[in-house]
Protein backbone atom coordinates (compact mmCIF):
# COMPACT_ATOMS: atom_id res chain seq x y z
CA UNK A 1 0.00 0.00 0.00
CA UNK A 2 1.22 3.54 -0.71
CA UNK A 3 1.59 5.84 2.23
CA UNK A 4 0.69 9.03 2.50
CA UNK A 5 2.58 11.42 5.34
CA UNK A 6 1.27 14.59 5.92
CA UNK A 7 3.20 17.41 7.84
CA UNK A 8 2.30 18.62 10.25
CA UNK A 9 -0.47 17.02 11.98
CA UNK A 10 -1.47 19.71 13.98
CA UNK A 11 -0.79 23.91 13.23
CA UNK A 12 -1.45 26.67 14.60
CA UNK A 13 -1.91 29.83 12.48
CA UNK A 14 -2.81 33.72 12.67
CA UNK A 15 -6.02 35.38 10.26
CA UNK A 16 -4.74 36.68 6.87
CA UNK A 17 -1.44 33.98 7.21
CA UNK A 18 -0.18 31.93 4.60
CA UNK A 19 -0.49 28.43 5.16
CA UNK A 20 1.62 25.44 3.81
CA UNK A 21 0.43 21.67 4.24
CA UNK A 22 2.55 19.28 2.96
CA UNK A 23 1.73 15.50 1.88
CA UNK A 24 4.59 12.85 0.63
CA UNK A 25 3.84 9.52 -1.07
CA UNK A 26 5.76 6.32 -0.20
CA UNK A 27 5.88 6.07 -4.02
CA UNK A 28 5.76 7.67 -7.20
CA UNK A 29 1.79 9.10 -7.52
CA UNK A 30 2.41 11.17 -10.44
CA UNK A 31 -0.12 13.89 -10.08
CA UNK A 32 -2.91 11.75 -8.59
CA UNK A 33 -3.76 13.62 -5.45
CA UNK A 34 -6.87 14.88 -3.71
CA UNK A 35 -6.87 17.61 -1.00
CA UNK A 36 -10.11 17.34 1.28
CA UNK A 37 -11.49 19.51 3.88
CA UNK A 38 -13.08 18.49 6.89
CA UNK A 39 -14.94 20.28 9.43
CA UNK A 40 -16.53 18.72 12.69
CA UNK A 41 -19.47 16.70 12.15
CA UNK A 42 -19.54 16.85 8.67
CA UNK A 43 -18.25 14.91 5.39
CA UNK A 44 -14.67 16.05 3.73
CA UNK A 45 -15.28 18.34 1.20
CA UNK A 46 -13.06 18.04 -2.11
CA UNK A 47 -10.74 21.48 -2.50
CA UNK A 48 -7.92 20.24 -5.31
CA UNK A 49 -8.26 17.60 -7.41
CA UNK A 50 -5.40 16.23 -9.56
CA UNK A 51 -2.85 17.70 -7.24
CA UNK A 52 -3.46 21.20 -8.69
CA UNK A 53 -6.72 21.54 -9.88
CA UNK A 54 -9.02 23.97 -8.14
CA UNK A 55 -12.71 22.11 -7.82
CA UNK A 56 -15.52 23.93 -8.94
CA UNK A 57 -16.79 27.00 -6.23
CA UNK A 58 -13.98 26.42 -4.15
CA UNK A 59 -11.89 29.80 -3.14
CA UNK A 60 -9.18 30.56 -5.25
CA UNK A 61 -6.80 31.49 -1.88
CA UNK A 62 -6.83 27.47 -2.06
CA UNK A 63 -4.49 25.91 -4.31
CA UNK A 64 -2.25 22.73 -4.18
CA UNK A 65 1.43 22.06 -6.65
CA UNK A 66 3.63 18.88 -6.57
CA UNK A 67 4.39 15.58 -8.49
CA UNK A 68 5.47 12.28 -8.16
CA UNK A 69 5.68 11.90 -4.10
CA UNK A 70 6.08 15.74 -2.80
CA UNK A 71 2.71 17.88 -2.82
CA UNK A 72 1.93 20.93 -1.02
CA UNK A 73 -1.42 22.41 -0.16
CA UNK A 74 -1.78 26.11 0.49
CA UNK A 75 -4.28 28.62 1.69
CA UNK A 76 -3.14 32.49 1.50
CA UNK A 77 -5.08 34.69 3.83
CA UNK A 78 -6.55 32.41 6.00
CA UNK A 79 -10.02 33.04 6.86
CA UNK A 80 -11.55 31.87 10.17
CA UNK A 81 -14.21 29.58 7.90
CA UNK A 82 -10.86 27.76 7.23
CA UNK A 83 -10.53 26.67 10.17
CA UNK A 84 -11.08 22.40 9.62
CA UNK A 85 -8.59 19.27 9.08
CA UNK A 86 -6.86 18.84 5.89
CA UNK A 87 -6.26 15.26 3.71
CA UNK A 88 -4.42 14.19 1.03
CA UNK A 89 -5.36 11.37 -0.58
CA UNK A 90 -3.75 9.13 -3.14
CA UNK A 91 -5.55 7.26 -6.33
CA UNK A 92 -3.08 6.03 -8.24
CA UNK A 93 -3.47 2.74 -6.66
CA UNK A 94 -5.64 0.43 -4.52
CA UNK A 95 -6.16 1.03 -2.06
CA UNK A 96 -6.84 4.50 -1.95
CA UNK A 97 -5.02 6.14 0.81
CA UNK A 98 -5.26 9.51 2.81
CA UNK A 99 -2.43 11.36 4.49
CA UNK A 100 -3.13 10.97 8.74
CA UNK A 101 -5.28 14.62 8.51
CA UNK A 102 -3.58 18.05 9.47
CA UNK A 103 -5.77 20.09 11.93
CA UNK A 104 -5.71 23.89 11.65
CA UNK A 105 -6.21 26.30 14.36
CA UNK A 106 -6.42 29.50 15.03
CA UNK A 107 -3.27 31.45 17.07
CA UNK B 1 -27.84 18.40 -6.75
CA UNK B 2 -26.24 14.99 -6.07
CA UNK B 3 -27.39 14.02 -2.86
CA UNK B 4 -26.21 11.38 -0.80
CA UNK B 5 -28.30 9.73 2.21
CA UNK B 6 -26.98 6.99 4.30
CA UNK B 7 -28.81 4.69 6.73
CA UNK B 8 -28.91 1.52 8.60
CA UNK B 9 -26.08 2.27 11.13
CA UNK B 10 -26.36 1.86 14.88
CA UNK B 11 -25.37 -0.26 17.71
CA UNK B 12 -24.10 -3.83 16.81
CA UNK B 13 -22.55 -6.64 19.01
CA UNK B 14 -19.35 -7.83 17.92
CA UNK B 15 -19.07 -10.92 15.71
CA UNK B 16 -22.73 -9.75 14.22
CA UNK B 17 -23.67 -8.33 11.03
CA UNK B 18 -25.37 -4.83 9.64
CA UNK B 19 -25.82 -3.81 6.50
CA UNK B 20 -26.19 0.27 5.20
CA UNK B 21 -27.45 1.71 2.42
CA UNK B 22 -26.82 5.11 0.75
CA UNK B 23 -30.10 6.77 -1.14
CA UNK B 24 -28.51 8.60 -4.47
CA UNK B 25 -30.46 11.17 -6.22
CA UNK B 26 -29.33 14.05 -8.38
CA UNK B 27 -27.34 12.40 -10.93
CA UNK B 28 -27.53 9.25 -13.36
CA UNK B 29 -26.60 6.62 -10.73
CA UNK B 30 -26.03 3.87 -12.81
CA UNK B 31 -23.12 5.90 -14.76
CA UNK B 32 -20.96 6.14 -11.52
CA UNK B 33 -19.16 3.84 -9.45
CA UNK B 34 -19.66 4.65 -5.92
CA UNK B 35 -17.39 4.08 -3.00
CA UNK B 36 -17.47 3.54 1.04
CA UNK B 37 -15.38 5.62 2.90
CA UNK B 38 -15.41 5.19 7.12
CA UNK B 39 -13.36 7.39 9.93
CA UNK B 40 -13.55 5.83 12.98
CA UNK B 41 -14.32 8.46 16.33
CA UNK B 42 -11.10 11.11 16.54
CA UNK B 43 -9.13 9.19 13.16
CA UNK B 44 -8.20 10.06 10.24
CA UNK B 45 -10.10 8.53 6.79
CA UNK B 46 -9.93 4.79 5.62
CA UNK B 47 -11.03 3.97 2.07
CA UNK B 48 -13.25 0.75 2.49
CA UNK B 49 -15.02 -0.43 -0.63
CA UNK B 50 -16.02 0.28 -4.46
CA UNK B 51 -18.26 -0.72 -7.00
CA UNK B 52 -18.38 0.13 -10.75
CA UNK B 53 -21.46 1.49 -12.13
CA UNK B 54 -23.12 -1.42 -13.46
CA UNK B 55 -21.95 -3.09 -10.32
CA UNK B 56 -19.49 -6.26 -11.78
CA UNK B 57 -16.20 -5.31 -10.19
CA UNK B 58 -15.78 -4.64 -6.74
CA UNK B 59 -12.63 -3.90 -4.83
CA UNK B 60 -12.17 -3.85 -1.08
CA UNK B 61 -9.52 -2.48 1.98
CA UNK B 62 -7.32 -5.50 3.35
CA UNK B 63 -9.08 -5.11 6.65
CA UNK B 64 -12.93 -5.65 5.31
CA UNK B 65 -11.80 -8.49 2.40
CA UNK B 66 -14.12 -11.50 3.16
CA UNK B 67 -16.49 -10.16 5.54
CA UNK B 68 -17.91 -6.62 3.87
CA UNK B 69 -19.61 -6.90 0.31
CA UNK B 70 -20.14 -3.77 -1.67
CA UNK B 71 -23.65 -4.13 -3.98
CA UNK B 72 -25.79 -1.38 -5.50
CA UNK B 73 -29.61 -1.91 -7.20
CA UNK B 74 -29.53 0.71 -10.01
CA UNK B 75 -33.20 0.40 -10.48
CA UNK B 76 -33.57 1.99 -7.24
CA UNK B 77 -30.39 4.18 -7.11
CA UNK B 78 -29.38 2.94 -3.82
CA UNK B 79 -25.72 1.42 -2.48
CA UNK B 80 -25.20 -1.20 -0.03
CA UNK B 81 -22.37 -2.22 2.15
CA UNK B 82 -23.22 -5.74 4.05
CA UNK B 83 -20.84 -5.91 7.06
CA UNK B 84 -20.33 -9.21 8.69
CA UNK B 85 -18.18 -10.56 11.46
CA UNK B 86 -17.81 -7.33 12.56
CA UNK B 87 -15.71 -5.95 15.36
CA UNK B 88 -14.70 -3.41 17.55
CA UNK B 89 -12.15 -2.04 14.95
CA UNK B 90 -15.15 -1.33 12.76
CA UNK B 91 -16.50 1.16 14.97
CA UNK B 92 -16.86 4.39 12.86
CA UNK B 93 -19.00 6.60 10.08
CA UNK B 94 -19.20 5.24 7.41
CA UNK B 95 -19.45 7.71 4.27
CA UNK B 96 -20.86 6.79 0.42
CA UNK B 97 -18.91 8.94 -1.87
CA UNK B 98 -20.04 9.34 -5.98
CA UNK B 99 -17.22 7.94 -8.03
CA UNK B 100 -13.93 6.40 -7.60
CA UNK B 101 -10.46 7.97 -7.06
CA UNK B 102 -11.87 11.80 -6.78
CA UNK B 103 -14.84 11.89 -4.36
CA UNK B 104 -16.63 14.80 -5.00
CA UNK B 105 -19.97 14.10 -3.33
CA UNK B 106 -20.41 12.43 -0.05
CA UNK B 107 -23.00 11.87 2.29
CA UNK B 108 -23.26 12.90 5.43
CA UNK B 109 -22.54 9.42 6.77
CA UNK B 110 -23.93 7.27 9.36
CA UNK B 111 -22.30 6.04 12.73
CA UNK B 112 -21.57 2.20 13.40
CA UNK B 113 -20.81 1.55 16.78
CA UNK B 114 -19.55 -2.42 17.70
CA UNK B 115 -19.57 -3.04 21.36
CA UNK B 116 -20.84 -5.65 24.09
Known sequence: ??????????????????????????????NYLNWY???????????????????AGVPSRFSGSGSGTDFTFTILRLQPEDIATYYCQQYVNLPYTFGQGTRLEIK | EVQLLESGGGFVRPGKSARLSCA???????????????????KGLEWVSTVSGGGGNTYYADSVKGRFTISRDNSK????????????????????????????????????????
Not at chain 2, 85 to 106: G, H, M, P
Open chain 1, 1 to 30: DIQMTQSPSSLSASLGDRVTITCQASQDIT
Open chain 1, 37 to 55: QQKPGKPPKLLIYDASNLE
Open chain 2, 24 to 42: ASGFIFSSYAMTWVRQAPG
Open chain 2, 77 to 116: NTLFLHMNSLSVEDTARYYCAQNWKIFKSWGQGVLVTVSS
